[in-house]
């Protein structure tokens, strides 16, 4: 069982908006600002998409957005394309041992 | 453009050991910290471990920690894994990732596969 909680899928259809949330505690999510989220395409590796809560890479569309409300991050996905069809893992630094956690993984599929 | 590539991957039997190796360019790699994620066959992100840009601070899955050695060379612009008493629920596509400003992963390998079994 992952330490963060994610929606095992969502879906949507082309040009809408979406919303993947992941649910932690105050030890990691609630407590610190060091929440990220990656896109995962099958058979690829993960590629960062919001670090630090809310900040987009440099040159990454601006239809990626996230967001944090006490324990439980979102991230929110406007203007959905058929390319955003993939994993999305969110991830946070925890005080416990382990340090960083991940969530379980929440599979988009656009309609 | 930043380059991370993974080596050492295999076959090995319950109890065995084997040596990751991950060969990073196109950046200063001794300024950056430096981490390994892992991920069983069809399931999810799994942080492995983490070291500092000097090696001064290291972090462990508790699921690894005591059989994994995680190090680094900097002058060889090289990240390594010493994996050892493994087991059937190590069996994974081990990542090679690049740690950016922060608590999070900039810049990932494509990955070696890891496979324990008799």
């Known amino acids: 069982q992952s330490a963060l909680t994610q929606p095992a899928s969502v879906s949507g259809s082309p040009g809408q908006s979406i919303t993947i949330s992941c649910t932690g505690t105050?030890?990691?999510?609630?407590?610190?600002?060091?929440v990220s989220w990656y896109q995962q395409h099958p058979g690829k590796a993960p590629k960062l998409m919001i670090y630090d809560v809310s900040n987009r890479p440099s040159g990454l569309s601006n239809r990626f957005s996230g967001s944090k409300s006490g324990s439980t991050a979102s991230l929110t996905i406007s203007g959905l394309q058929a390319e955003d069809e993939a994993d999305y893992y969110c991830?946070?630094?925890?005080?416990?041992?382990?340090?960083?956690?991940f969530g379980g993984g929440t599979k988009l599929t656009v309609l | 453009e930043v380059q991370l590539v993974e080596s050492g991957g295999g076959l090995v039997q319950p109890g065995g050991s084997l040596r990751l190796s991950c060969a990073a360019s196109?950046?200063?790699?001794?300024?950056?910290?430096m981490n390994w994620v892992r991920q069983a066959p069809g399931k999810g992100l799994e942080w492995v471990s983490y070291?500092?840009?000097?090696?001064?601070?290291?972090y462990y899955a508790d699921s690894v920690k005591g059989r994994f050695t995680i190090s680094r060379d900097n002058a060889k612009n090289s990240l390594y894994l010493q994996m050892n008493s493994l087991r059937d629920e190590d069996t994974a596509v081990y990542y090679c990732?690049?740690?950016?400003?922060?608590?999070?992963?900039?810049?990932w390998g494509q990955g070696t596969l890891v496979t324990v079994s008799s």
């Open positions: 991830s946070s630094y925890t005080s416990s041992s382990t340090v960083v956690v």
């Open positions: 105050s030890s990691d999510v609630g407590g610190y600002n060091y």
């Open positions: 196109g950046f200063t790699f001794s300024t950056y910290t």
């Open positions: 990732a690049r740690g950016g400003r922060g608590w999070y992963v900039d810049y």
């Open positions: 070291i500092s840009t000097t090696s001064s601070t290291i």
